[in-house]
């Protein structure tokens, strides 16, 4: 290789940092990632994917491992108060092969990706994160007391960034949208196909299929405060919100929620921070640079994007600066884009503005992310 970068460190093992080691691994890049939790653990229930996530996947050459653990539809089902099919809403496929929409758990795509990461020779290192960064010369010192030197260093280690805090002391504070999104582990309901959804007043419940015989369910609360729901509450609190729905469908898969329905809750917030996204020999990508709402199911798509593009511009760029350069040409917009529109979106839903803005709103990013990246 004649390019600047030859070896890289990737801090987090999140989505986004596993497919960067991925792709820049089989680049011709070495690569090492520190993941902070010695268990390469990832939380959460289910996770929506649609065409651009497959799309990626299939780059990846992921496609027959994910069938094994995820599952896939077609269509999104808006459906009323007695379960009546409201409005169909049509997900064509980004390729052959290719389904339109699915879900996943999130521990089970993490899963298959780390799988990968080892399978292209990435040096993983679990229970070690940096302890000192220099920007300039690619000095990095770990938490274990070792050290190295890198050509680049990915910070890819989520909302919570410690790399952006380190080196971005005067990035944006996340910003509370006015809603908390709930999401649990329930049977496959047998009169759903695809995709469903139910609009309620300052409530949007949704099931998305995980395999064959899982579902995972979501509901969006309308929350004006940010504020945390202990563990013993969770339970209660969601059987309750699901009672205001009148749905035969939702009405039984509240009734069978119990301590092991994988009940999660989470107050949404985002973050974009402006450019750059590098300083030195440090770049940013996924949840540490552009965080999302779920509101188009993006977020994690977004982030493993950043990880492909990322790999493709310093293979194609012989200079450092060029490469970052160059990705972040091609990722703010696209990014910038699905943060503003989720935002918007939140905002529709908690003022109880427009219907027809927040239809054109979601149809409007949804035919972009269906563009090439």
């Not at 960034?161 to 006015?178: E, K, T």
């Not at 563990?231 to 749905?247: G, N, Q, V």
């Given at each position: 290789?004649?390019s600047?970068?030859?070896?890289?460190?990737?801090?987090?093992?999140g989505?986004?940092?596993?497919?960067?080691?991925?792709?820049?691994q089989?680049r011709?890049?070495?690569?090492?990632?520190?993941?902070?939790?010695?268990?390469?653990?990832t939380?959460g229930?289910?996770?929506?994917?649609?065409?651009a996530?497959y799309?990626?996947?299939?780059?990846?050459?992921?496609?027959e491992?994910?069938?094994?653990?995820?599952?896939?539809c077609?269509?999104?089902?808006?459906?009323?108060p007695q379960?009546?099919?409201?409005?169909?809403i049509?997900?064509?496929?980004?390729?052959?092969n290719l389904?339109?929409?699915g879900a996943?758990m999130?521990?089970?795509?993490?899963?298959?990706?780390?799988?990968?990461?080892?399978a292209?020779?990435?040096?993983?290192?679990?229970g070690?994160?940096?302890?000192?960064i220099?920007?300039?010369?690619?000095?990095v010192?770990f938490?274990?007391?070792?050290?190295?030197?890198?050509?680049?260093?990915?910070?890819a280690d989520?909302?919570?960034?410690a790399?952006?805090?380190?080196l971005?002391?005067d990035?944006?504070?996340?910003?509370?949208v006015?809603?908390?999104?709930?999401?649990a582990?329930?049977?496959?309901?047998?009169?759903?196909?695809?995709?469903?959804?139910?609009m309620?007043?300052?409530l949007?419940?949704?099931?998305?299929?995980?395999?064959?015989?899982?579902?995972?369910?979501?509901?969006?609360?309308?929350k004006p405060?940010n504020?945390?729901?202990?563990?013993?509450?969770?339970l209660p609190?969601i059987?309750?919100?699901l009672?205001?729905?009148?749905?035969?469908?939702?009405?039984r898969?509240a009734?069978?929620?119990?301590?092991?329905?994988?009940?999660?809750?989470?107050p949404?917030?985002?973050m974009?921070?402006?450019?750059?996204?590098?300083?030195?020999?440090?770049?940013?990508?996924?949840?540490?640079?552009?965080?999302?709402?779920p509101?188009m199911a993006?977020?994690?798509?977004l982030?493993m994007?950043?990880?492909?593009?990322?790999?493709?511009?310093?293979?194609?760029?012989?200079?450092r600066?060029?490469?970052?350069?160059?990705?972040?040409?091609?990722?703010?917009?696209?990014?910038?884009?699905?943060v503003e529109?989720?935002a918007?979106?939140?905002?529709i839903?908690v003022?109880g503005?427009?219907h027809?803005?927040?239809?054109?709103?979601?149809?409007?990013?949804?035919g972009?992310l269906?563009?090439?990246?």
């Amino acid at each position: 290789m004649t390019s600047e970068v030859k070896k890289v460190l990737v801090i987090g093992g999140g989505f986004s940092g596993m497919v960067a080691a991925i792709c820049l691994q089989q680049r011709g890049v070495a690569v090492d990632l520190v993941e902070i939790d010695k268990d390469w653990r990832t939380y959460g229930a289910g996770i929506s994917l649609h065409g651009a996530t497959y799309r990626l996947l299939g780059q990846l050459g992921l496609m027959e491992a994910y069938h094994k653990i995820g599952g896939t539809c077609d269509g999104v089902h808006m459906r009323g108060p007695q379960d009546q099919i409201l409005a169909q809403i049509p997900t064509p496929p980004l390729g052959p092969n290719l389904p339109g929409n699915g879900a996943v758990m999130r521990p089970a795509l993490a899963k298959i990706l780390a799988e990968k990461v080892r399978a292209e020779g990435v040096e993983v290192r679990l229970g070690v994160t940096f302890a000192n960064i220099d920007q300039h010369s690619g000095d990095v010192e770990f938490t274990d007391g070792t050290a190295d030197t890198y050509d680049l260093i990915v910070g890819a280690d989520g909302f919570a960034s410690a790399v952006r805090a380190a080196l971005y002391a005067d990035a944006p504070a996340p910003q509370y949208v006015g809603q908390a999104v709930w999401r649990a582990l329930v049977p496959r309901p047998a009169e759903i196909p695809t995709l469903t959804m139910w609009m309620g007043p300052k409530l949007k419940a949704g099931i998305n299929h995980v395999s064959d015989s899982q579902s995972y369910l979501f509901l969006t609360e309308d929350k004006p405060v940010n504020e945390w729901v202990s563990d013993e509450a969770l339970l209660p609190e969601i059987k309750a919100l699901l009672a205001k729905f009148p749905s035969p469908v939702l009405t039984r898969l509240a009734e069978g929620l119990s301590e092991d329905s994988k009940i999660n809750y989470r107050p949404l917030e985002n973050m974009m921070l402006p450019r750059p996204w590098s300083r030195g020999r440090v770049v940013l990508i996924g949840d540490a640079v552009h965080a999302t709402t779920p509101h188009m199911a993006a977020g994690a798509l977004l982030g493993m994007e950043d990880g492909l593009v990322l790999a493709e511009a310093v293979a194609s760029n012989d200079a450092r600066d060029a490469a970052l350069a160059a990705f972040e040409e091609r990722r703010y917009e696209r990014c910038r884009m699905v943060v503003e529109n989720s935002a918007r979106l939140a905002e529709i839903e908690v003022t109880g503005g427009d219907h027809a803005e927040h239809v054109q709103l979601m149809g409007k990013t949804q035919g972009a992310l269906a563009q090439p990246i």
